[in-house]
């Protein structure tokens, strides 16, 4: 019994004193955060493309959003927001409403943008906005994440007001204008996608026509 007790003691003392001994978190930028980045850039193999590297560099946005571990005071959200509102650029055209069918193709290509690992893309292959990763569309296609909410039906909920066309291409261009700190891609802003297949997205999800408000 009293070995009970004595070996009972030692556990406690074992598990109390680290937790005692342990420290703040680390300041962002320090010395562990250096260390753990060298460690994630040096994990990428050194024949990819060079400007593939510049894709490891983050921007104001996503340090801020580190910083905060993507839940930043109001605030700082509401300055980050404001940030990105101003980088949203428009075809020349003016049009922000395209072809829902160009707008569909595009929504549910996942391809684009890899990396010597296996195989890198091979030359001219089509970059997709990839939305089924997180978001439920049309119906007709049954794989999709959840991370983001349902679009389907999103102009039969909403209209197809100006305001809702608008809407929908400055969050695909970028989504941090309106959500500081979200796990969606900022397809315009990092060139990802162009303008224009942005307004083809647009389509597909506020023409009336499109399988997004048809069941
Ligand atoms: C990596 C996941 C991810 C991908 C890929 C993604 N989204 Fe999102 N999306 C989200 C999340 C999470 C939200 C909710 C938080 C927010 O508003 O940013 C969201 C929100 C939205 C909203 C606002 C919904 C509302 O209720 O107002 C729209 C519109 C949207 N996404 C469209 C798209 C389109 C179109 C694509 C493809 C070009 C896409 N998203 C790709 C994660 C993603």
Known sequence: ??????LFGLLTAAIAIPALAQKAPE???GKYAKEAEQMFRSSFRTDNPKYWMSRL????????????RDNPPRKVGEQ?????????????????????????????VGTGGHIGFIQPDP??????????????????ELA???IGPSL?????LRGTSDDIIKYAYDKIYNSNAFSA???MPRFGLLNWLTPEQITHIVAFLVDPESPVNKD
């Not at 404001?82 to 409403?97: C, E, H, S």
């Not at 389907?152 to 039969?156: D, I, L, P, W």
């Open 123 to 140: 030359a001219g292959r089509v970059r997709g906005g990839n939305c089924y990763a997180c978001h439920e569309l049309a119906k007709k």
């Open 57 to 68: 560099d983050q921007d104001d946005t996503m340090k801020t959003c580190g910083t905060y």
């Open 80 to 108: 980050i927001e404001k940030a990105n509102r101003t980088t949203i650029r428009y075809p020349v055209d003016g049009k922000l409403i395209g072809d829902w069918k160009e707008g569909e193709k595009l929504a549910a």
């Open 1 to 6: 019994m009293k070995l009970k007790i004595a």
């Open 152 to 156: 389907h039906n999103f102009s039969k």
């Open 144 to 146: 999709y994440g959840t």
């Open 181 to 183: 700190c979200t796990n």
């Open 27 to 29: 300041a962002p930028g």
